[in-house]
T-cell receptor
Protein backbone atom coordinates (compact mmCIF):
# COMPACT_ATOMS: atom_id res chain seq x y z
CA UNK A 1 0.00 0.00 0.00
CA UNK A 2 0.85 3.66 0.01
CA UNK A 3 0.95 6.07 2.85
CA UNK A 4 2.51 9.34 3.86
CA UNK A 5 2.99 10.74 7.33
CA UNK A 6 4.01 14.08 8.82
CA UNK A 7 3.59 15.59 12.29
CA UNK A 8 0.28 17.32 12.92
CA UNK A 9 1.67 20.41 14.61
CA UNK A 10 5.02 21.98 15.52
CA UNK A 11 5.99 25.10 17.43
CA UNK A 12 9.14 27.14 16.91
CA UNK A 13 10.56 30.51 17.89
CA UNK A 14 11.03 33.51 15.61
CA UNK A 15 14.59 33.60 14.27
CA UNK A 16 15.21 29.91 14.94
CA UNK A 17 15.46 26.89 12.63
CA UNK A 18 12.80 24.19 12.29
CA UNK A 19 12.80 20.87 10.48
CA UNK A 20 9.52 19.32 9.34
CA UNK A 21 9.77 15.63 8.57
CA UNK A 22 7.79 13.56 6.10
CA UNK A 23 7.93 9.80 5.68
CA UNK A 24 6.27 7.83 2.93
CA UNK A 25 5.79 4.32 1.66
CA UNK A 26 5.12 3.52 -1.98
CA UNK A 27 6.12 0.93 -4.54
CA UNK A 28 6.63 3.56 -7.26
CA UNK A 29 8.06 7.02 -6.77
CA UNK A 30 8.33 9.99 -9.10
CA UNK A 31 9.22 12.85 -6.83
CA UNK A 32 8.38 14.57 -3.56
CA UNK A 33 6.84 18.01 -3.12
CA UNK A 34 6.40 20.56 -0.38
CA UNK A 35 3.68 23.19 -0.40
CA UNK A 36 2.90 26.00 2.02
CA UNK A 37 -0.68 26.84 2.96
CA UNK A 38 -1.62 29.81 5.10
CA UNK A 39 -4.90 29.46 6.98
CA UNK A 40 -7.87 30.02 4.69
CA UNK A 41 -5.67 30.34 1.61
CA UNK A 42 -4.54 28.26 -1.34
CA UNK A 43 -1.48 25.98 -1.15
CA UNK A 44 1.59 27.40 -2.87
CA UNK A 45 4.52 25.41 -4.29
CA UNK A 46 7.77 25.38 -2.32
CA UNK A 47 9.97 22.58 -3.66
CA UNK A 48 10.29 19.43 -5.72
CA UNK A 49 12.88 16.68 -5.10
CA UNK A 50 13.29 13.69 -7.37
CA UNK A 51 16.91 12.82 -6.56
CA UNK A 52 18.52 12.23 -3.17
CA UNK A 53 20.06 15.18 -1.47
CA UNK A 54 19.45 18.70 -0.33
CA UNK A 55 17.91 21.44 -2.44
CA UNK A 56 18.32 24.96 -1.09
CA UNK A 57 16.10 27.86 -1.99
CA UNK A 58 16.71 30.92 0.14
CA UNK A 59 15.63 30.33 3.75
CA UNK A 60 13.96 27.06 2.78
CA UNK A 61 15.71 23.76 2.00
CA UNK A 62 14.26 20.36 1.18
CA UNK A 63 15.99 17.01 1.59
CA UNK A 64 15.15 13.62 0.13
CA UNK A 65 16.32 10.09 0.84
CA UNK A 66 14.56 7.68 -1.51
CA UNK A 67 16.03 4.57 0.13
CA UNK A 68 14.62 5.62 3.51
CA UNK A 69 11.32 7.02 2.20
CA UNK A 70 12.11 10.23 4.01
CA UNK A 71 12.10 13.93 3.34
CA UNK A 72 12.36 17.06 5.41
CA UNK A 73 11.73 20.74 4.93
CA UNK A 74 14.17 23.00 6.75
CA UNK A 75 13.17 26.57 7.48
CA UNK A 76 15.87 28.96 8.69
CA UNK A 77 15.65 32.41 10.28
CA UNK A 78 11.99 31.88 11.03
CA UNK A 79 9.67 34.81 10.55
CA UNK A 80 6.13 35.25 11.87
CA UNK A 81 4.84 35.03 8.30
CA UNK A 82 6.13 31.44 8.17
CA UNK A 83 3.24 30.42 10.42
CA UNK A 84 1.30 28.13 8.09
CA UNK A 85 0.62 24.51 7.27
CA UNK A 86 3.27 22.67 5.28
CA UNK A 87 2.01 19.93 2.99
CA UNK A 88 4.16 17.03 1.88
CA UNK A 89 3.16 15.00 -1.20
CA UNK A 90 4.76 12.31 -3.35
CA UNK A 91 4.01 11.32 -6.91
CA UNK A 92 3.36 7.62 -7.26
CA UNK A 93 4.00 5.25 -10.16
CA UNK A 94 0.72 6.36 -11.80
CA UNK A 95 1.80 10.00 -11.53
CA UNK A 96 -0.88 10.70 -8.94
CA UNK A 97 -0.01 13.05 -6.10
CA UNK A 98 -0.54 11.51 -2.66
CA UNK A 99 -0.78 14.22 -0.02
CA UNK A 100 -0.01 14.21 3.67
CA UNK A 101 -2.46 15.86 6.06
CA UNK A 102 -0.09 18.77 6.62
CA UNK A 103 2.00 20.08 9.51
CA UNK A 104 0.72 23.22 11.19
CA UNK A 105 3.72 25.35 12.14
CA UNK A 106 3.21 27.88 14.92
CA UNK A 107 5.85 30.59 15.28
CA UNK A 108 6.16 32.31 18.64
CA UNK A 109 7.93 35.64 19.18
CA UNK B 1 -3.37 39.28 -12.03
CA UNK B 2 -3.04 35.94 -13.78
CA UNK B 3 -4.21 32.89 -11.91
CA UNK B 4 -7.17 30.72 -11.04
CA UNK B 5 -10.55 32.08 -10.06
CA UNK B 6 -13.07 29.97 -8.19
CA UNK B 7 -16.72 30.76 -7.47
CA UNK B 8 -18.50 30.80 -5.18
CA UNK B 9 -16.10 31.44 -2.30
CA UNK B 10 -18.56 29.95 0.14
CA UNK B 11 -21.95 28.28 -0.13
CA UNK B 12 -24.47 26.60 2.16
CA UNK B 13 -26.55 24.04 0.33
CA UNK B 14 -29.48 21.81 1.23
CA UNK B 15 -28.97 18.10 0.75
CA UNK B 16 -30.30 16.85 -2.56
CA UNK B 17 -29.66 20.10 -4.40
CA UNK B 18 -27.52 20.39 -7.48
CA UNK B 19 -24.46 22.63 -7.28
CA UNK B 20 -21.76 23.68 -9.73
CA UNK B 21 -18.44 25.09 -8.56
CA UNK B 22 -16.82 27.23 -11.20
CA UNK B 23 -13.12 27.39 -11.99
CA UNK B 24 -11.43 29.58 -14.59
CA UNK B 25 -7.72 30.00 -15.30
CA UNK B 26 -6.00 32.52 -17.52
CA UNK B 27 -2.54 30.97 -17.63
CA UNK B 28 -3.31 28.78 -20.66
CA UNK B 29 -2.38 25.71 -18.63
CA UNK B 30 -3.19 22.38 -20.22
CA UNK B 31 -3.96 20.37 -17.09
CA UNK B 32 -6.57 21.16 -14.44
CA UNK B 33 -7.63 19.40 -11.25
CA UNK B 34 -10.29 19.41 -8.55
CA UNK B 35 -9.29 18.53 -4.99
CA UNK B 36 -11.19 18.42 -1.74
CA UNK B 37 -9.53 19.22 1.59
CA UNK B 38 -10.94 17.90 4.84
CA UNK B 39 -9.60 18.42 8.34
CA UNK B 40 -7.03 15.80 9.27
CA UNK B 41 -6.79 14.45 5.74
CA UNK B 42 -4.53 15.26 2.84
CA UNK B 43 -5.82 16.82 -0.34
CA UNK B 44 -7.76 14.22 -2.32
CA UNK B 45 -8.11 14.35 -6.10
CA UNK B 46 -11.69 14.24 -7.36
CA UNK B 47 -11.30 14.64 -11.12
CA UNK B 48 -8.67 15.91 -13.48
CA UNK B 49 -8.24 16.98 -17.09
CA UNK B 50 -4.92 16.71 -18.92
CA UNK B 51 -6.14 18.80 -21.85
CA UNK B 52 -9.31 20.42 -23.16
CA UNK B 53 -11.86 17.80 -24.18
CA UNK B 54 -10.57 15.07 -21.86
CA UNK B 55 -11.29 14.26 -18.22
CA UNK B 56 -10.33 11.51 -15.79
CA UNK B 57 -11.35 10.20 -12.38
CA UNK B 58 -9.23 10.76 -9.32
CA UNK B 59 -9.24 9.14 -5.91
CA UNK B 60 -12.75 10.21 -4.82
CA UNK B 61 -14.92 10.81 -7.93
CA UNK B 62 -18.27 9.43 -6.75
CA UNK B 63 -21.03 12.04 -6.63
CA UNK B 64 -19.08 14.52 -8.74
CA UNK B 65 -18.81 15.25 -12.46
CA UNK B 66 -16.66 17.60 -14.52
CA UNK B 67 -16.39 18.90 -18.05
CA UNK B 68 -13.59 20.61 -19.97
CA UNK B 69 -15.11 22.28 -23.00
CA UNK B 70 -12.18 24.69 -23.40
CA UNK B 71 -8.72 25.35 -21.94
CA UNK B 72 -9.80 27.94 -19.39
CA UNK B 73 -12.85 26.48 -17.64
CA UNK B 74 -13.22 23.37 -15.50
CA UNK B 75 -16.52 23.31 -13.58
CA UNK B 76 -17.26 20.71 -10.89
CA UNK B 77 -20.87 19.59 -10.46
CA UNK B 78 -22.48 17.87 -7.49
CA UNK B 79 -25.63 16.31 -8.97
CA UNK B 80 -27.36 15.71 -5.64
CA UNK B 81 -25.39 17.04 -2.69
CA UNK B 82 -24.98 14.99 0.51
CA UNK B 83 -23.61 16.11 3.90
CA UNK B 84 -20.39 14.09 3.39
CA UNK B 85 -19.56 16.46 0.54
CA UNK B 86 -19.13 19.29 3.04
CA UNK B 87 -15.54 20.34 2.41
CA UNK B 88 -13.23 22.96 0.99
CA UNK B 89 -12.80 22.46 -2.74
CA UNK B 90 -9.68 23.60 -4.55
CA UNK B 91 -9.26 23.91 -8.27
CA UNK B 92 -5.67 23.71 -9.53
CA UNK B 93 -3.79 23.79 -12.80
CA UNK B 94 -0.39 22.86 -14.17
CA UNK B 95 1.32 23.93 -17.35
CA UNK B 96 1.56 20.36 -18.61
CA UNK B 97 0.17 17.05 -17.43
CA UNK B 98 1.63 16.10 -14.10
CA UNK B 99 3.88 13.32 -15.43
CA UNK B 100 5.78 15.62 -17.74
CA UNK B 101 6.34 18.57 -15.47
CA UNK B 102 7.95 19.44 -12.16
CA UNK B 103 4.66 18.85 -10.42
CA UNK B 104 4.05 22.49 -9.63
CA UNK B 105 0.36 23.09 -9.21
CA UNK B 106 -1.26 26.51 -9.07
CA UNK B 107 -4.29 26.57 -6.80
CA UNK B 108 -7.37 28.73 -6.65
CA UNK B 109 -8.43 30.27 -3.34
CA UNK B 110 -10.94 27.52 -2.63
CA UNK B 111 -14.70 27.14 -2.34
CA UNK B 112 -16.06 26.29 1.10
CA UNK B 113 -19.18 24.17 0.70
CA UNK B 114 -21.50 23.17 3.53
CA UNK B 115 -24.26 20.64 2.82
CA UNK B 116 -27.02 20.48 5.42
Amino acid sequence: GQNIDQPTEMTATEGAIVQINCTYQTSGFNGLFWYQQHAGEAPTFLSYNVLDGLEEKGRFSSFLSRSKGYSYLLLKELQMKDSASYLCAFMDSNYQLIWGAGTKLIIKP
Amino acid sequence: IAGITQAPTSQILAAGRRMTLRCTQDMRHNAMYWYRQDLGLGLRLIHYSNTAGTTGKGEVPDGYSVSRANTDDFPLTLASAVPSQTSVYFCASSERRIDSSTGELFFGEGSRLTVL
